[in-house]
């Protein structure tokens, strides 16, 4: 069994222009701009409005939008593409016209259910390919076999009676899907269920990979929404597979 640390630092952004500190102090924007990042929707109460909140806490207010239909949803993340207009709008960081919104597929931790934890959430191998905490969510990006025949399963599982604090396995669930080809997906799942008082936490996640068993150790720190692991750049671009999970 290998174990692979993650270890927490200063705020990254999950980009392919990869937005962040510097280049949100620019004195001016170009509409032919075009940032990518994931972000949590924060529905506003009024109808079809909403903002958004990268991983590092910056707080984005859709003042134009080329998707006037999409819907927001409470707990909700989504892979974010858009330009900046300008800075400090009202009370949010940005102003920013919307070009488009994947909603990631977003999960409550589950329960440990023991002896059906094979059955019920499945054993079949992913490869990390990242993952990290950011606004409070832990997020995976993974890779995996597919068939095309059923949406695979998906789940953050915290087991229970385990000696290790904080233990977590990835579970994956193919049901029997005839894989002939690589994809890649991504979930975020939410940790504001975890009791933790306040206190920064590590989470130990298993993880069961075409290697073997591999344990992740990142950490979470409940009382900082704005946080991210790694000061590197994430990139998400269009081969991430939205639909083929849930």
Not at 200 to 205: D, N, R
Request: aromatic share 14%; charged share 20%.
């Amino acid at each position: 069994m290998k174990t692979v640390k993650l270890i927490f630092a200063c705020a990254g952004v999950l980009a392919a222009s990869c937005i962040c500190n510097s280049c949100m102090k620019d004195e001016g924007y170009s509409l032919g701009n075009v940032w990518y990042s994931i972000a949590t929707v924060v529905p506003s109460g009024l109808s079809h409005a909403y903002y958004l909140r990268l991983d590092h806490g910056t707080t984005l207010w859709p003042v134009a939008t080329d998707i006037p239909w999409y819907v927001p949803k409470e707990k909700r993340r989504a892979l974010a593409y858009y330009t900046i207009l300008s800075d400090t709008y009202y009370d949010y960081d940005h102003a920013v016209k919307v070009l488009d919104l994947h909603d990631v597929l977003t999960k409550p931790v589950a329960q440990d259910r023991g002896e059906e934890n094979d059955s019920y959430f499945g054993n079949d191998p992913v490869t990390i390919l990242d993952l990290w905490v950011g606004d409070g969510y832990l997020n995976v990006k993974f890779g995996f076999t597919y068939g095309g025949s059923v949406k695979h399963f998906v789940n953050l599982v915290k087991r229970d009676g385990v000696n290790t604090p904080w233990y977590f396995e990835f579970r994956h669930h193919a049901y029997g899907d005839n894989a002939y080809t690589q994809r890649k997906g991504i979930v975020s799942f939410d940790l504001s269920s975890l009791e933790t008082g306040g206190e920064e936490i590590q989470l130990t996640i298993r993880v069961n990979t075409p290697e073997g068993e591999q344990d992740y150790t990142v950490k979470y720190n409940p009382g900082n929404s704005g946080q991210t692991t790694n000061a590197v750049e994430r990139t998400l671009s269009g081969d991430i597979d939205f639909a083929e999970i849930v």
